[in-house]
């Protein structure tokens, strides 16, 4: 039973455009949601992270979107460059979960095109 | 440099053997974690720690186990029960031993059957 689902395997986009990733849940409980980056045979790097109590938070080129009545998030990057070519996982943990622990969604992998 | 240190970066193991993956922080994080990621598949939890001398199971914890004698170092040995290894090892920490924290990870392991 997979409770975070990241349904676009892959994402192609022009460079300077937005890329527009999306991310959905089942677990009603999940609470806090996490972006992070990662580059072949590298570690995920944190990217950008929203709580329940909000519906958006921005960083920079990056914004999150969290709409929880549809159990949906998302995560804009604006304008898009070619070194955010890589692998974008979603993950959501759930208030009180022993250890702090995440859910992760498969990961979309984003193609930047000069 | 802060930050979380996985050895080695290449693994080989051979039928029957015990292998142990090495992975040290000094960012004075309470939790730990080790995580699995297998080919197109988002990251799933093996086992994790809050405080020294602790460690519960994850997710996939079966063939494998921990140690937590030091609050640095979280080491995972993947045992010959094992029956698919393959795969990349992640450790990641993060503070607290709860609550809406990011995870920081390793740059990982790759584990691979002779």
């Known amino acids: 039973d997979q409770q975070v689902k990241q349904n676009s395997p892959s994402l192609s986009v022009q460079e300077g455009r937005i890329s527009i990733l999306n991310c959905d849940y089942t677990?009603?409980?999940?609470?806090?949601f996490l972006w992070y980056k990662k580059y072949p045979a590298e570690g995920p790097t944190f990217l950008i992270s929203?709580?329940?109590?909000?519906d958006k938070n921005e960083d920079g080129r990056f914004t999150v979107f969290l709409n929880k009545s549809a159990k949906h998030l998302s995560l804009h990057i604006v304008p898009s460059q070619p070194g955010d070519s890589a692998v974008y996982f979603c993950?959501?943990?759930?208030?009180?979960?022993?250890?702090?622990?995440?859910?992760f969604g498969g990961g979309t992998r984003v193609l930047v095109k000069p | 440099d802060g930050g979380i240190t996985q050895s080695p970066k290449y693994l080989f193991r051979k039928e029957g053997q015990n292998v142990t993956l090495s992975c040290e922080q000094n960012?004075?994080?309470?939790?730990m974690y080790w995580y699995r990621q297998d080919p197109g598949q988002g990251l799933r939890l093996i086992y994790y720690?809050?405080?020294?001398?602790?460690?519960q199971k994850g997710d996939i914890a079966e063939g494998y186990s921990v140690s937590r004698e030091k609050k640095e170092s979280f080491p995972l040995t993947v045992t010959s029960a094992q029956k698919n290894p393959t795969a990349f090892y992640l450790c990641?920490?993060?503070f607290g031993q709860g609550g809406n924290q990011p995870q920081h990870f390793g740059d990982g392991t790759r584990l691979s059957i002779l």
């Open positions: 929203i709580s329940s109590i909000k």
């Open positions: 720690s809050q405080i020294v001398n602790d460690f």
């Open positions: 677990n009603s409980m999940f609470d806090y």
């Open positions: 960012l004075n994080h309470d939790a």
């Open positions: 990641a920490s993060t």
């Open positions: 993950a959501a943990s759930a208030r009180g979960a022993a250890g702090n622990k995440l859910t």
